[in-house]
């Protein structure tokens, strides 16, 4: 009986033991990508991938960071800090274009009326703005969707007084009377209107794929972990399905993140759309055909170097790739 009882406990013991190394394995084997984003309610898909344990049913194990500054992603990107960036399309154009690569893998949300142009009542149209103190954040989408609309109109960022300053500043600026226009996003656009101090005179609604977010991975990384990539492509795109599916739910985890009640963010996301599967192949397109995307890319780098803030063309082709939302499998 005592032999017996050793061999059993040597036996429970083996087995303790290859669970144990089986355990540490499959720790050792999930990889831990880091992933900074701004504190912008569009980016909640990620936070919801990552809560609702999305991300570790894929076998990826994903840290978010919040960056706000354009200089702070530039550094974390090119010291290696960070896998991947969440941003808009026009934000890695300008990024590539001052030697700092990243790779767009798939679209995450499209302001819909979540951003634009704050103006006082006198001032009915672009022509109006000519020689009047417009704020924006130079390098941010407020930037970009200034300069192109100026464009539009036969205008340019020397038309105008043109002054950098941060978008909450730049909102409260505009209410407390200190600017003619600003560029904002919510909630800065609904104060606006409901303080009376001005009126929306354009804005996303009206002007789609232009502020559109993606996810964008190391280049070297892309080569070395196309299934990571994709992993992590996947987790989302069911995060946003899920967000779709579940709206109430889904709110109640994400608006934590942006420290507001979830009735509050959303109302605010109501300018926002989430892309799903569907939507990511239509704004990526394919390398034959190429989606929208690609000319939001040519357009930003057409501004940026006018605007003399990177030095050289950025191809499309250069920072988008189309294979992982088109490669998707449900």
Known sequence: MEAIRRFLILVASIALGLLTISSCQQSADKSSY?????????????YLARDKGFFEEQGVDVALTVLTGVAERNSALRSGKLDALAAPVDYFVLSAGNGVAATIVMAIDESVGGDGIIAKESIKSFADLKGRKVAAQKGLPSDFFLRVLLQQ???DVGDIEYI????????AAFL????????VWEPWLTRAKEQG????????RDYRDLIVDCLAFSPNLIRQKPDDVQRIVNSILKAIDYAK???IEASEIMATYFEVEPAKYRAIVSGVEFADLKRNREYLGTSDHPGPVFH?????????LKAGVMTR??????????????AKAR
């Not at 300053?165 to 730049?170: L, P, R, S, V």
């Not at 101090?197 to 996303?204: C, D, M, P, V």
């Not at 063309?313 to 088109?326: K, L, R, S, W, Y």
């Open 34 to 46: 880091r992933i900074a984003l701004g504190p912008w309610v569009g980016f909640g898909p990620l």
């Open 153 to 155: 109109n036969g205008m």
């Open 164 to 171: 950098d300053m941060e978008t909450a500043q730049a909102g």
């Open 176 to 183: 407390a009377g200190d600017l003619d226009a600003a560029v």
């Open 197 to 204: 101090n001005g009126h929306i005179l354009a804005s996303t």
């Open 245 to 247: 599916a579940h709206p």
């Open 296 to 304: 939001v890319a040519s357009r930003a780098s057409e501004i940026w």
């Open 313 to 326: 063309p950025v191809p499309g082709q250069d920072i988008i790739a189309t294979e992982f939302v088109q």
